[in-house]
């Protein structure tokens, strides 16, 4: 919801090639809930996280996912949460 819809926007196919290789490979689906919502809250307020991050580190957390794969710089704020491995994505010529 973040990175994809951007790309398919600005038409950058290189980025948008990436993004379907990389999503093809999801084996769960997190639905939205209320006890999604309240750990979204709490690892906002805990590391500062916007409404969107935090969606997303409570969906991996909730999924028991080992580790958080991210296009974001290691100064932001994703990295400040614990309880789950946080990796930048590798920079590529997109």
């Known amino acids: ?3 994809f819809p951007k ?11 990436f993004y379907e290789d990389f999503f ?4 769960q689906i997190i639905p ?7 750990l979204a809250y709490t690892e906002a ?3 500062g996280l916007s409404g ?3 969606l997303h580190i409570a969906a991996a957390k909730l999924s028991e996912a080992e580790e958080f794969i991210t296009p974001e710089r290691a100064i932001k704020p ?3 949460v614990t309880g789950i491995v946080i ?3 590798p920079c590529r010529n997109m």
């Open 1 to 3: 919801m973040e990175v």
């Open 7 to 17: 790309a398919i926007y600005y038409k950058r196919q290189p980025e948008v090639g």
């Open 24 to 27: 093809a490979g999801i084996t």
């Open 32 to 38: 939205i809930s209320a006890s999604l919502a309240h």
């Open 45 to 47: 307020c805990q590391a």
């Open 52 to 54: 969107l991050d935090a």
């Open 78 to 80: 994703l990295f400040r």
């Open 87 to 89: 990796t930048t994505m």
